[in-house]
């Protein structure tokens, strides 16, 4: 059906800005500490509940937002203090499989405070959706699309403009020279949890006005920005970002052409050909610099 | 003149820009010891590390027994009977000395996963064996009051014995040893050369990379000297030792290197 | 006889004589569960040995199960047969899953596996005209052999511990022996053993087909004991608890997969029993979050495992006691719960 596809790719680029978001976080994590972050995806989650909760206390829009991001940004420093520093050191298995314990642990604790029920968020600019190119588009996609490149181009300067965004950079690129200069590969491992924690809240909040919020949200989220992430080779930011488009769109495409329950699979399979292509060699893999 | 046992014939690599290693050509003959040396960033590990498999030269071939083994898979050359050892540890931590050096006796014993699994009489009476091998080769490094602690709980030191046990055990043609001397104290050193030159009696051809200039004096038949990943000098070790371009090589390297190779002048500091 | 010999054989001797003592329908049910688990924990264990980890092994047990299950019911084979059959065809499919995957860094491997899990149990789902989809498949033939009829849970209770036993005396074989010691070589460093000839990337393959045989076994056996089967309990979460059942025994440790298979597996019921005493919210899967906060406090302060993480607990409280955290706590090369492995108990060792 040719008329469904400028839905489909205007869908696509909506939840692939989304992706994107989380991509970004996954990266930021993994150039600067080597962990693969898989409570990434939660982190979302709970910044939309708990702007849904702090609206529910008639809070206004920007501020219940402001205040989850924060509170999220909270968490995911907890959440390093508390899981990833104390395993320090650690086979790079022995933190993938904690960052798992972590997600589940979030999901199952959101679920006890939250329920099962989805939660709603308002959009950010209430009014009609906008016709665009023979598709629909709500107007909350503007935001998500908008927020995604604003991220993108933030991040951007702050890692090439700025002297705290190069030390980030300079400790990803080698920690011992960094504790040589006095940066603390310690404490870059917190700004990176902070932030990604910060990346993905933002992602939650923007995305819940279109898709709802529930507890159980991270995971595919998370999945899927991973799945970015890899495509974009894992250390490249911008490449992140257009996997993040790319798995929106694929998803989208498949939903739309193929049995809507087969697009998990075909998100996977093109993660599976992702890492196959772009194996590491053995003495990389030995070579795996923990700080 | 007996046909090289190990040959080296244009062996390069580069990595982007910079050239590792630059047309390096030499053979190693049967019996022979041959030392490596070079100033810090010569190329002397990555050379191992082609010779060995685990690094992929950019062009130029590694030749064994007069066959190519450019390419090859570094278990399948280790399993031709070209053994190496690191500059840095790759002591399996947590596994005891004894069992490290047991399985350095893997590239000659034969029994496979079916008869592990069956616990067949094959897979006993081999393990009886190479117990048996381990135990000498202990006592021939000297760690065999160590056998049954955890590798990682040795100091770095016997970590590198350890390490060179188990190369011994894998009964090697060709040994490879990188920076053997490194933290080990002067007797121990001694007692090394003379593992060495045993191993030399028993038929092992070895090439040593080497900042002992006492060892390679002492030990060396011939010595190739790298810098900057060419070969710029190779012959006996007294030759090497007045050959102007290698002293040249080396200033700006501390005294002590330095010391090896040039003859003390009458009135100077050791 | 070995240690571990003679500890299997007490073990067949309690199992045996464990249903004139307490033969209750729940009991047996449960036990069954837990031997099914042991089987597919341990072949995890066993992919642990050489230092790689899975988040697929859930796949390879349905996979088992839905192949046995349609061979005995779809094509009328026996279920004597279909189940070896089943096995078969799992290991050649985790043999073509690990040519390409099995040369990946270790944390791309696990990613790897947990796509292939989750592409299997959406196939499942999906394929309806084969699998029945997520109602799932009915009527799965009992299984017989010779003129014995398996229908109660007593027979499998019998059928499963055997196989049970078998797997743990297996796996302790291979551990041992110059497999084992291979293995572990691998698992402590890579190139290490590449430099004495072990043939990384072939161990690594056997290790892991055999792995997933393991959980096609469980899983064929599974389908004919259940005689229903759908794709729900082979999804990610299954996985996942599979993990933690081997994690809380200690990834390296063949006995802490019966360990773990156990203490999981029941520490499960009481919660199902006791948390919605706590919580009385309907619907959810609340224990996601118990599991994951074990799953965290494990590989935090008992990376080897529960068992060998209390007794290096014991041992480092003799030593002076590090600050959690710092990098001097571990040595560089050191991997917890990766790293520990059994050690062989009959002369392998002078």
Sequence with gaps: MVSLLPQLILTGLTVGSIYALVALGFVLIYNVTGILNFAQGEFSMLGALLCATLLGWHLSLPLAALVAVAAVCLIGAAMERLTIEPAFGSHPLTLIIITFGVSMAFRGLSLMIWGADPYTLPEFTPGPALQLLGGVLVRQAMWAIGLSIAVVLGLFLFFSRSVPGAAVRACADNAFACRLLGISPRRMSLVAFTLSAGLGAVAGIVIAPITGATYDMGLSLGLKGFVAAVIGGLTNAPAAVVGGYLVGLIESLTTGYLTPGYSGAITFLVLLLVLVIQREGLLHAAQRRQA | ?270 | MSRDGWGLVLLAAILAALPLVAATAYVLTLLNVIGLYVIVTVGLILLGCSGQVSLGQAAFYGLGAYASALLSRDLGWSPGLTIPAATLLVAAGAYLVGLPTLRLAEHFFVLATLAVGIIVNVLMVQMVPLTGGASGLRDIPPLQLGGLRFTSDLHYYYLIWALALLALAVARNITSHRTGRALRAILGSEVGAAALGVEVARYRMQVFVLSAAYAAVAGAVYAHYIRFISPSPFSLYASLFFLIMAVVGGLTNIWGGLFGAVAVTLLDQVVRAQLPRVFPRVGGEYQTAIYGILLVVIMIFFPSGIVRGTLDLRRALVRVPHRIGTARARSPDRRPGLGDSPRPADGGTP
């Design chain 2, 1 to 270: 003149m007996t046909s090289p046992l190990l040959e080296v014939h244009e062996l390069t690599r580069r990595f982007g820009g910079v050239t590792a290693v630059d047309r390096v050509t030499f053979g190693v003959r049967p019996q022979e010891i041959v030392a490596i040396i070079g100033p810090n960033g010569a190329g002397k590990t990555t050379l191992f590390n082609l010779i060995t498999g685990f690094l992929a030269p950019t062009s130029g071939e590694v030749r064994y027994r007069g066959e190519r083994i450019t390419g090859l898979p570094s278990e399948k050359i280790a399993a031709l009977g070209i053994v190496r050892t690191f500059q840095h540890l790759v002591v399996f931590g947590e596994m005891t000395v004894a069992e490290n050096v047991m399985v350095g006796c893997h590239r000659w014993t034969r029994t496979g996963l079916l008869h592990a699994a069956l616990a067949l009489p094959a897979a006993r009476r081999e393990d009886g064996e190479v117990a048996r091998a381990a135990r000498e080769v202990l006592a021939l490094v000297g760690l065999a009051a160590r056998a049954d602690d955890l590798a990682r709980d040795l100091p770095v030191g016997q970590q590198r014995l350890l390490e060179l046990a188990r190369a011994l055990a894998a009964r090697p043609t060709v040994l490879l040893l990188d920076e053997p001397t490194a933290g080990l104290s002067a007797g121990e050193t001694r007692h090394l050369l003379e593992v060495i030159r045993r191993l030399r009696e028993q038929g092992t051809t070895l090439v040593i990379i080497e900042h002992n200039m006492d060892v390679v004096m002492e030990g060396a038949d011939r010595v190739v000297v790298l810098d900057y990943g060419e070969k710029i000098a190779e012959g006996p070790p007294a030759e090497i030792q007045r050959n102007p371009r290698v002293i040249a090589a080396y200033l700006g390297e501390d005294t002590e290197t330095l010391g090896g190779l040039v003859p003390a002048e009458p009135g100077a500091a050791p």
